[in-house]
């Protein structure tokens, strides 16, 4: 990360910060903000596709929380539609009409959604999903993907050894995401190059008895954005069904995001189970986990899932507004077209100056890759020199451009960017490039 501190002013950001430190770990509530003493940003407030931090310094946002304000930021009928939510009440230990309403909308818009049941992060929705898929069979052992991220719980805070890596020939060691998190888990799961069926085959075949499930993003949505190619992602499906296990797809990014039935539909293929969460309410705190009847009844012969804050109405009804409008609207297809146009922008910029790059994701959450062929495994993004980048994005937030400084997360849209905001994103992407070739 290299961010710039050269054309903003920070000084009232900065002047928080040293009071927030003294209060919270890093100044901050998750690590990903702390951007530095001097460089990390507070913000005062967004609208649509913009937010403005304490400093008074304006962004176009395509970080978007990660994703969740699809709509963009403070959206009126979201609000509203929360507000009205909020009125029913907050908790109440009981459920609400509203599951029902939102639960309709997921299994009309979500291929393989039998039934719904509701939390409130990501994290929750997928640990709860893979309870479900041991549960259901029996078996306590899964597999994931190199370069894939699943939450913050234990069991998927594992990553492939960046420093064990130069060796193309063995598969490098697989290490926990930082301390705290126990060695032991690390028998509980295979983890396999992303893309690689044959690889996730070896795998199957030797060990389909003790593993409950493969779990899977359809995009990399934290590696660049790489996408499955899609006969890889549809072996997995064949080889799940083959080997009789559980196929979970994480779609809590992509979900009501690349498409209206979310990456399954996009790649024409259907879970057993799925989770969702970030662009069902634009922003507010709530995901789902979906699937097949069978399993999904579980739920009640055996295997525990709950929480005080589950369903909670004020996110239910933002659920509701916001899924309305992704059904109705052509939200999705702007959101798609404006990635689309930025890309095509960004092209020509890096073209006429013999910049090697490639794009990967969907149009409305995509990477930036600065070598001609885009990245298809953690291991050949890891290994790729991504300065360039970061040292260009670092000019592109001091400029009011904020992407996401380190390129393992891609490019988010909403669709309240409009002709204005890439018209300034280009111009300004234009004039980053040049700062970073100097
Ligand atoms: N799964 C995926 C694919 C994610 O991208 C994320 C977060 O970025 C999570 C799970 C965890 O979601 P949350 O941060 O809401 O817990």
């Given at each position: 990360m290299s961010i710039k501190v050269?054309?903003?002013?920070?000084d009232k950001s900065r002047a928080h910060f040293k009071e927030a430190v003294q209060h919270l770990p890093l100044g901050v509530?998750?690590?990903?903000?702390?951007?530095?003493e001097d460089e990390t940003v507070f913000v005062k407030h967004g609208k649509g596709a913009r937010l403005w931090d304490l400093d008074g310094n304006e962004y176009i946002d395509y970080r978007l929380g990660y994703g969740p304000a699809i709509l963009g930021h403070c959206h009126p009928e979201v609000d509203a539609a929360a507000r009205e939510g909020q009125s029913v009440g907050t908790v109440f230990a009981l459920g609400t009409e509203k599951e029902v309403t939102v639960a309709k909308l997921i299994k009309e818009m979500m291929?393989?959604?039998d039934l719904v049941r509701f939390s409130n992060s990501g994290t929750e929705a997928v640990m709860a999903a893979l309870r479900l898929a041991r549960g259901y069979t029996g078996k306590d052992n899964y597999v994931t993907f190199e370069g894939s991220y699943h939450g913050?719980?234990?069991?998927?805070?594992w990553t492939a050894d960046p420093e064990d890596m130069?060796?193309?020939?063995k598969d490098p060691k697989v290490i926990p995401?930082?301390?705290?998190?126990?060695?032991?888990?690390?028998?509980?799961f295979y983890q396999v190059p992303y893309n690689d069926a044959q690889r996730l085959e070896d795998v199957l075949k030797k060990h389909h008895d003790s593993i409950a499930a493969v779990l899977i993003e359809p995009i990399l949505g934290n590696c660049?954005?790489?996408?499955?190619k899609p006969e890889f992602i549809k072996a997995v499906r064949a080889l799940c069904t083959k080997y009789n296990v559980i196929m979970i797809v994480?779609?809590?990014?992509t979900g009501f995001r690349v498409g209206r039935g979310g990456a399954q539909a996009l790649y024409g293929i259907e879970a057993d189970i799925f989770t969702v969460a970030k662009a069902v309410a634009n922003g507010y705190p709530i995901s789902a986990i979906g699937g097949k009847e069978e399993i999904m009844r579980k739920y009640g012969k055996g295997v525990a899932h709950g929480g005080t804050?589950?369903?909670?109405?004020m996110s239910l009804a933002a659920a509701e507004k916001t899924l309305t409008i992704l059904r109705d609207t052509d939200a999705l297809e702007v959101i798609a077209n404006y990635g689309k146009a930025m890309q095509e922008g960004m092209h020509k910029v890096l073209t006429k100056r013999g910049i090697p790059h490639s794009f990967t994701g969907h149009h409305s959450m995509s990477g930036l890759f600065f070598s001609a062929e885009a990245p298809t495994t953690y291991r050949n993004w890891k290994l790729s020199d991504y300065t360039f980048y970061d040292t260009m994005a670092g000019y592109l937030i001091d400029m009011?451009?904020?992407?996401?400084?380190?390129?393992?997360e891609p490019w988010f849209i909403s669709s309240a960017h409009d002709q204005k905001c890439l018209d300034e994103t280009l111009q300004k992407f234009e004039e980053a490039v040049d700062l970073t070739l100097d």
């Open positions: 050269q054309r903003r002013k920070l509530s998750s690590n990903f903000r702390f951007w530095g291929p393989a959604a913050l719980f234990d069991a998927t805070m130069k060796d193309q020939s995401y930082g301390q705290g998190i126990p060695q032991l888990v690390r028998n509980l660049c954005g790489i996408p499955s994480d779609e809590v990014k804050y589950t369903a909670q109405a009011g451009v904020m992407c996401e400084p380190d390129s393992r």
